[in-house]
């Protein structure tokens, strides 16, 4: 197996609270190292330790790399430097908005409550937005509504 065929197997994993994004695009698989044709290690950093999504995504890699005929796979999780919200590509942001989902703000600091007002509306851009619940659908995001469309959305808090 080449790196750009385990690259290949690991694009199709996709984070099960953001089902339209890979674990690649979201910026979650810093590298991976081919040492012998059946063995390889990835290195792997989550976007939220103690997020339950983690473990399903690790138990994804070994099923898939297993099923592609590699023997001996490592996942080594690499926690410096942290996944922060710079590891999405714009890409991935956009498809973040596709999904109804409003990416992590920059200035929403890492440890705090999600900001009570003004992030921006994935559907209209509007900031005239509010905080529903510092928790929405899974506890990586919380719940605004956007007062100039009515739609709810989910914020990604993650980082
Ligand atoms: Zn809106």
Redesign the pocket.
């Known amino acids: 197996m080449t790196k750009e065929e385990i690259l290949d197997i690991l694009q199709q994993i996709k984070d099960p609270e953001i089902p339209n994004l890979s674990v690649i695009e979201l910026g979650m698989i810093r590298d991976v190292e081919v040492n012998a044709p059946n063995a390889v290690i990835v290195r792997f950093t989550p976007t939220y330790s103690g997020c339950p999504a983690t473990t399903l995504i690790k138990m994804e890699i070994l099923q898939r790399l297993k099923a592609a005929g590699v023997e001996h796979i490592e996942i080594v999780e690499q926690l410096s430097p942290p996944w922060t919200t710079e590891s999405f590509s714009p890409q991935a942001l956009e498809k973040l908005r596709q999904a109804g989902i409003a990416p992590p703000h920059p200035h929403h600091k890492k440890g705090e409550d999600p900001p009570s007002l003004g992030i921006p509306?994935p559907?209209?851009e509007?900031t005239d937005?509010k905080l529903l619940s510092a928790f929405g659908t899974t506890a990586c995001k919380a719940l605004y509504q956007?007062n100039?469309?009515?739609?709810p959305f989910d914020y990604f808090k993650c980082h």
Do not use: A, K, L
């Open positions: 509306c559907y209209c509007s937005t956007c100039s469309c009515g739609q």
